[in-house]
């Protein structure tokens, strides 16, 4: 299929991007990388009547680790971030995450933010920006607001972004020192969507499972000092909490199981340098 007819816009400053948001609302989409949204146009998913290409402004293009923040900017791609040099050490989750993102080629053009805004909960990004407890940070005519990761993605494929707002950057926390993070994923085949995926963390003195591909969103779970059987419930507690469902990819029962299963092997892997 080919997708229905729109205008393209490429705009020169940000400014001038939210004034093309202001005029036409939910006519407007957003385009930075493409890689979810052309699909979504071809298979008439979505049909805006204006496209608003901000890949090429400058001041989105921007990585800058501040006050304990990495923050990125919209049109930052997979692959930038990826690459820079400072992103193990400012946060190795996401290093970790990221190559698990599509395929080298996608990566290229798909952007960190433009995932997040896609919101797909068997997505990398989005469960890595819940599992830190990081935000994003959204501009329209009427201001700026910057919201939590668990404020912003509502639902399957579904943020609390207006017609009228774009994403112009994400936040993630800086890891702390001396702490461990570990991050899974079973799929099909590498590079396609996530059966299941898995971060976690230990954080002064606890660990944080997070999962995605389960639940409509990214969920995590606090865990204390745990072992044997008690680590067990809890992590069966969590599986069944999420609400799996069958599909073609797998059944419910079986993401339970990687969750339990996964779940315990990588909470054993990042305690075991806390305990």
């Keep these: 299929m080919k997708p229905a007819p729109f205008d393209y816009a490429r705009p020169d400053t940000v400014d001038e991007a939210l004034d093309l948001l202001a005029e036409h609302g939910d006519g407007a989409r957003i385009l930075a990388g493409g890689q979810s949204l052309v699909a979504m146009l071809n298979m008439r998913l979505a049909s805006p009547t204006v496209l608003v290409d901000i890949s090429r402004l400058a001041p989105l293009r921007t990585i800058?680790?501040?006050?304990?923040?990495?923050?990125?900017?919209?049109?930052?791609?997979?692959?930038?971030?990826?690459?820079?040099?400072?992103?193990?050490a400012a946060q190795p989750l996401l290093a970790l995450a990221l190559p698990w993102v599509g395929h080298h080629q996608t990566r290229q053009r798909g952007?960190?933010?433009?995932?997040?805004?896609?919101?797909?909960?068997?997505?990398?990004?989005?469960l890595v920006l819940r599992h830190l407890?990081?935000?994003?940070?959204l501009r329209s005519r009427r201001g700026r607001r910057v919201l939590a990761a668990a404020d912003f993605q509502t639902g399957m494929m579904t943020t609390a972004l207006a017609a009228d707002e774009m994403v112009v950057?994400?936040?993630f926390p800086a890891a702390p020192a001396?702490?461990?993070?570990?991050?899974r994923?079973?799929?099909?085949?590498?590079?396609d969507f996530a059966i299941v995926a898995l971060a976690a963390t230990a954080r002064d003195g606890k660990v944080r499972l997070g999962v995605g591909?389960?639940?409509?969103v990214p969920a995590?779970?606090?865990?204390?000092?745990?072992?044997?059987?008690a680590l067990d419930d809890a992590l069966n507690d969590f599986a069944w909490g999420l609400g799996a469902g069958d599909d073609i990819h797998a059944t419910a029962r079986y993401r339970r199981e990687l969750v339990r299963r996964l779940g315990r092997r990588m909470v054993e892997e990042v305690a075991r340098a806390h305990p």
Aim: charge should be negative; hydrophobic fraction near 45%; glycine fraction near 16%.
């Design 111 to 126: 952007t960190v933010c433009g995932s997040l805004a896609h919101a797909d909960p068997s997505a990398e990004l989005p």
């Design 220 to 229: 995590t779970l606090d865990l204390p000092p745990l072992a044997g059987d």
């Design 169 to 171: 950057a994400c936040r």
């Design 64 to 88: 800058a680790l501040d006050g304990g923040v990495l923050e990125v900017g919209a049109a930052v791609t997979q692959h930038e971030l990826l690459t820079w040099p400072g992103l193990a």
């Design 213 to 216: 591909g389960v639940a409509a």
């Design 133 to 137: 407890d990081g935000s994003v940070v």
């Design 185 to 191: 994923e079973v799929g099909q085949r590498h590079g």
């Design 178 to 183: 001396g702490g461990r993070v570990a991050f």
